[in-house]
């Protein structure tokens, strides 16, 4: 999914939507085990800006 440019973009516009709407973006990891952790929280829209920006510098 890293490479799907189109799922990428619908994931940060409900993340941005969400932010908007007041609400906390939780990021999770689920490691090998099946465990599921959080490993990050983004409250407002200029750091998801930084995320999203982070994130599509990996995107081909």
Known sequence: MLNDRNAL??????????????????????????????FEEISNLADLEVYKKNVYKYVK
């Open 9 to 38: 973009d619908a994931i940060f516009n409900r993340a941005k939507s969400t932010i908007v709407n007041g609400e906390i973006v939780a990021l999770v990891r689920e490691t090998r085990t099946g465990e599921v952790y959080r």
